[in-house]
Nanobody, 125 residues
Framework: QVQLVESGGGLVQAGGSLKLSCEASGRRFSNDAMGWFRQVPGKEREFVALISASADMAAYATPVKGRFTISRDNAKKTVYLQMNSVKREDTAVYYC??????????????????WGQGTQVTVSS
């Protein structure tokens, strides 16, 4: 079993910054690639970013590329999402997740085996 707890969400003005954290417990974190997704009511969960287990590779969705940075600290079992130059369209519940061992498409929520409860990010104009 894996438990993921996100934190750091809140209200931020457009153009500002926010850093999300996701702390894992219950499993060897350093072997797992980790992803961030986001979801707004009435829409499907959307891929945001992925980081490999050793942090030597990261991938980003086009809407956040150049503004968001994913990172991790394996000693703390924590993955981060630094959000800069935020826009109103970044408003969503943000989730972290563990990429499954036999994934096909890392941008698909179906490829992830464990999820956190989410943290709300609201961007005001």
């Amino acid at each position: 079993q894996v438990q993921l707890v996100e934190s750091g969400g809140g209200l931020v003005q457009a153009g500002g910054s926010l850093k999300l954290s996701c702390e894992a417990s219950g499993r060897r974190f350093s072997n797992d690639a980790m992803g961030w997704f986001r979801q707004v009511p009435g829409k499907e969960r959307e891929f945001v970013a992925l980081i490999s287990a050793s942090a030597d590779m990261a991938a980003y969705a086009t809407p956040v590329k150049g503004r968001f940075t994913i990172s991790r600290d394996n000693a703390k079992k924590t993955v981060y999402l630094q959000m800069n130059s935020v826009k109103r369209e970044d408003t969503a519940v943000y989730y972290c997740a563990v990429l499954g061992d036999s994934y096909v498409d890392y941008a698909s929520p179906a490829s992830y085996s464990y999820w956190g409860q989410g943290t709300q990010v609201t961007v005001s104009s």
